[in-house]
């Protein structure tokens, strides 16, 4: 199971720490991705990480403000999101998938890559 957290409400050019703890999957084995989704539009590709922490790929309207980290022990996957747009409002999921450093690349554009899903939390960007 994956329970993203850590949304909220903040103003542009502020920073967010979203939380992913996975549970019954071996990080170690899967690819995990954050994903997003805003209103009226298209779920899309934040971020993807191959197994055991391995390089991770980001989309190009993120590169520079988003980062991605995690803590093995609590088996728990970081986004730190940086100079936040009002763009980048949506609801951020993450998932996990059996990619690998090809694939996750191709895993932005095609979320269906993914096997495992869990509920989103809510980013809002807001003046």
């Known amino acids: 199971q994956l329970q993203a957290c850590g949304g909220g409400s903040v103003q542009p050019r502020e920073s967010l720490t979203l939380s992913c703890v996975v549970s019954?999957?071996?990080?170690?084995?899967?690819?995990i991705g954050w994903f997003r989704q805003a209103p009226g539009k298209e779920r899309e590709g934040v971020s993807c990480?191959?197994?055991?922490?391995?390089?991770?790929v980001y989309a190009d309207f993120v590169k520079g403000r988003f980062t991605v980290s995690r803590d093995k022990g609590k088996n728990t996957v970081y986004l730190q999101m940086n100079d936040l747009k009002l763009e980048d409002t949506a609801v951020y999921y993450c998932?996990?998938?059996?990619?690998?450093?090809?694939?996750?690349?191709?895993?932005?554009?095609?979320?269906?890559?993914?096997?495992?899903w869990g509920k989103g939390t809510l980013v809002t960007v807001s003046s």
């Open positions: 998932a996990t998938g059996a990619l690998d450093d090809l694939t996750i690349v191709q895993a932005l554009a095609h979320p269906d890559f993914m096997d495992h």
């Open positions: 019954g999957l071996a990080l170690d084995r899967y690819a």
């Open positions: 990480t191959a197994p055991n922490g391995g390089n991770t």
